[in-house]
Structures are given as structure tokens and as C-alpha cells.
């Protein structure tokens, strides 16, 4: 068999030295829509905890909590218990279809807005513009020899301490009375975050996510994408060679702008592939370089491969309306709301009282002398409202027949006890029953 060097040729490294990428600064309607959606996700991942929801007093006042020590997850008027956990499942299916959705719709667009890598790997590029300066400032200080004013410009970032807040414990956090496992998950949780966002960033992306694989599956020709119109910008060249040969050239002028400005560092003239996060960025860049030469904009855009099809064939692109309703996308929204309306009336109907009862299997029965059989049950109730409440349970179909718990005798008993409330979320009792015999019948059934 051949050497894998005799099938390339050469010796050939399946490893590849990473190249630090900076992508330069944008302004343009894409660009702003990305701060408003970073500044939408961090104010609901920080504020969310501090929002207040009257629940009563016996139950937390926090909106959204997983509350391990009682095994509880609230969001809002929902409480969630441990035997529900259907529910979550359910929102994980929910937020599964929903990306399906998205992406045959537009591609990769969470990827590019809202992701939490995403988020988090653009506020630190744009930290370490503010410190260290734009895309060439910051391309002549990691090339430069390692000064103090270096070290202190890489190491000196107090912006950590922005990834490390837990706002349900900051009073107890900063103060030092916290629990060990508080301080244990904010430092785990920055050294992921500032390792992610800050040193791997575009990695984590193209080699470490693995939807960009699965994305393939999602898209087809007809999902908007961003899309480089290869026919109407090649050839390449300058102005100056447009200007010398009319005709000659097309849009294109390659200045790599588009490629400055992509957070990921790829070329998107080069058609779609595996790092693109669709974030649109490129066509900020590209819109302000053809306004600036005095062409139309729309050279690199939101567009399907079918329409650039159609439009290097001379025809139109279809409306944007039509593109994002199709059969495919429809039918990944209905479902999505088949389930979420399913999720909204199994929560409408629960019962919020759990009985479970259990026979005492030792002794399986006991007959008293006067031939009356007693079974002793465990009743466990489990009350999931947020307020205490009286249960009564009673027996039903058996004449004389009594039941009392631990507290009584056979003397109190009655076919119906009360007051299996002291806990206001949940009790357990050991029910006595006692019935007179039965003419041809087992003790004990």
C-alpha cells in the first residue's frame, strides 16, 4: 500500500497553526442590529435574576430560579417539579425545532447574533479595541516584542470581572459569605468564558461547535444566506483598471474589506463554507466600499443560491416574503407550535395534589379478636401549590369500615380523617384501616 506521502506528493501535516485573526471595525445597519441584540442578551442573562414575583410566603419571590435544595424550577407563574420534567424536556425540543427553523429560514443567523459565544467573543474584540486599538494597532502590538506596556495591556483587563457576576449572590459573594461551591462555579464559569471568548473565539466556531455540520442538513438553495454575487464582481480589479479597461472588471475591487471585517477571518467571495456565521458584517463593509466608488450596493447580501442562480440567467430574485414562507419552514413553525400549545394545556390541566399510596407489607394485615381486619397504608401527599391546605381522605364502599392515623386509635376512628397539612408543600402519613370481616373472603383483601 501506498505511504500517504507517495498519494500528496509530500509530507503533509494534518495540524495547522492557528492565525490570530482581528477583524477591523464596521458601521452599517448589521453591524448596529448586532449591538442591539448583544445588548438585549446581556440584559436578560444579568437582569432576569434581580426581577421580582410575588408567589406568596412559601415559596421564593425570584421570577426564574432552579432551586436545587428544594427541587423546584420556577420561571414566572410556572412552577416546575421533579416528576415534571417533561416540561423541560418539551423546551429543549421546542429550542431544537426553533433552530431548525431559523436556519432553513436565514441560515446561520443565530450562530451570528445571538449565540453566547458569539455575544461574548464580540464584546471582547471590542474590549480589545478599546485597549489596544483597531484591527492595525492591534496587528503591530502582537508582532512587537513583549514590552511592559504590552504585558500590561494583555493582562491588565479588570473587564473580567463582568463574566464572573452572579446577581443572586453578589451581596454574599463580595462580602465573603458565599458558599464554596458559589465561588467554585463563578471561577470555573470565567476561565471558561475568558478562555472562550477570549483566546479560542473563532475556533470554538469552526472546529469545536458542532452545528455547523449538522447545518447542512437544515439549508438547501433556498435559505437566505450571505451570498457573494460572484457574477456581477469578477473579474477583480482595482478602480484604476476599471477606469483604464470599461467593461473589463466587474463590482469587485478587491480591497478585502469583507474579509478585514469577518470575526471568523474567512473570504466569502469564496462561496458559502464552514465558518461563516452568517453575521453579516462583510455586507456592511462591502455596502460602504461600493458607495464610496459610486456602484450599487447588494454585491455581498442576504440572498438564496437559487436567486443568484436566476439573476446570472437575467432574471429576478424572489421576495423576501416567499422565501422565508415556503412548505418546509411552515411546517417546522407548526410544529413548533403544536408543541408549545400542547406544553400550555397539559400545564392548564395538572392537579396540583400527588396521593401515593402504599400497603404496609409487614405484617400484611393484622385480625383483631373481634375478627375486624386492620391494613396499615403510607399515604404520601404531595400539595404543589404555594399555600398550605387541609386534606381530607376518606374510605368509600366498604360498610363500617374506619381508618385514623398514628395520632389516633381505633376508638377516634371515623371514615374520614383531617389535618394532613403540617408541611405546606408536602406530608406523610400511616393511615390504620380497620373493617368488619367478610363472609367468603381472604383476610387481608
Request: with cysteine.
Amino acid at each position: 500500500m501506498a505511504s500517504p506521502d507517495d498519494l500528496t506528493g509530500g509530507k503533509t501535516s494534518l495540524y495547522a497553526a492557528r492565525k490570530a485573526i482581528y477583524p477591523k471595525r464596521v458601521d452599517g445597519p448589521f453591524r448596529r442590529l448586532k449591538w442591539a441584540i448583544m445588548a438585549v442578551t446581556l440584559a436578560i442573562y444579568y437582569g432576569t435574576p434581580w426581577i421580582r414575583w410575588d408567589r406568596g410566603p412559601y415559596a421564593p419571590d425570584q421570577a426564574v430560579l432552579v432551586d436545587l435544595a428544594h427541587r423546584r424550577f420556577y420561571m414566572f407563574q410556572i412552577e416546575i417539579w421533579p416528576h415534571e420534567f417533561y416540561y423541560v424536556a418539551g423546551l429543549l425540543i421546542m429550542a431544537g425545532i426553533g433552530l431548525f427553523l431559523v436556519t432553513s429560514a436565514v441560515g446561520r443567523a443565530w450562530c451570528g447574533y445571538a449565540c453566547p459565544q458569539t455575544v461574548w467573543t464580540d464584546l471582547f474584540q471590542h474590549v480589545d479595541r478599546l485597549v489596544d486599538g483597531d484591527r492595525n494597532a492591534q496587528i503591530r502590538l502582537a508582532q512587537g516584542p513583549w514590552t511592559a506596556e504590552k504585558v500590561g495591556k494583555r493582562t491588565g483587563g479588570a473587564w473580567i470581572m463582568y463574566f464572573a457576576d452572579a446577581p443572586t449572590l453578589t451581596h454574599d459573594f463580595w462580602t465573603g459569605q458565599a458558599a464554596p461551591v458559589a465561588y467554585g462555579t463563578v471561577a470555573v464559569l470565567t476561565a471558561t468564558t475568558f478562555v472562550l471568548g477570549g483566546f479560542m473565539r473563532e475556533q470554538v466556531c469552526i472546529y469545536m461547535c458542532p452545528w455547523p455540520r449538522i447545518q447542512t442538513a437544515m439549508m438547501d438553495e433556498k435559505s437566505l444566506l450571505v451570498t457573494y454575487r460572484e457574477w456581477r464582481g469578477e473579474p477583480r480589479g482595482s478602480t484604476k483598471k476599471a477606469m483604464a479597461h470599461p467593461g473589463a472588471f466587474g463590482d469587485c475591487i478587491d480591497c478585502n474589506q469583507c474579509v478585514a471585517v469577518c470575526p471568523t477571518g474567512i473570504d466569502i467571495r469564496e462561496g458559502p463554507q464552514i465558518g461563516c456565521i452568517t453575521c453579516a458584517l462583510c455586507i456592511d463593509a462591502c455596502d460602504g466600499v461600493m458607495a464610496q466608488v459610486g456602484r450599487p450596493r447588494g454585491l455581498i447580501d442576504y440572498c438564496t443560491l437559487e436567486d443568484v442562480a436566476a439573476e446570472k440567467a437575467g432574471g429576478t430574485a424572489r421576495p423576501v416574503r416567499k422565501t422565508l414562507f415556503r412548505p418546509r419552514t411552515i411546517i417546522y413553525f407548526s410544529i413548533w407550535c403544536a408543541i408549545g400549545a400542547a406544553m400550555l394545556f397539559t400545564l392548564g390541566q395538572r392537579t396540583r395534589l400527588d396521593l401515593a399510596v402504599q400497603h404496609e407489607r409487614s405484617p400484611l394485615y393484622v385480625q383483631l379478636s373481634d375478627g375486624h381486619i386492620r391494613n396499615n397504608y403510607t399515604l404520601k401527599l404531595r400539595n404543589m401549590e404555594t399555600r398550605p391546605r387541609a386534606v381530607e381522605v376518606t374510605v368509600s364502599g366498604l360498610k363500617d369500615a374506619a381508618l385514623w392515623t398514628e395520632e389516633g386509635s381505633r376508638v377516634t376512628a371515623a371514615i374520614a380523617t383531617r389535618g394532613l397539612d403540617g408541611d405546606p408543600r408536602g406530608d406523610s402519613e400511616t393511615i390504620q384501616f380497620d373493617r368488619p370481616p367478610v363472609d367468603n373472603q381472604e383476610p387481608g383483601q
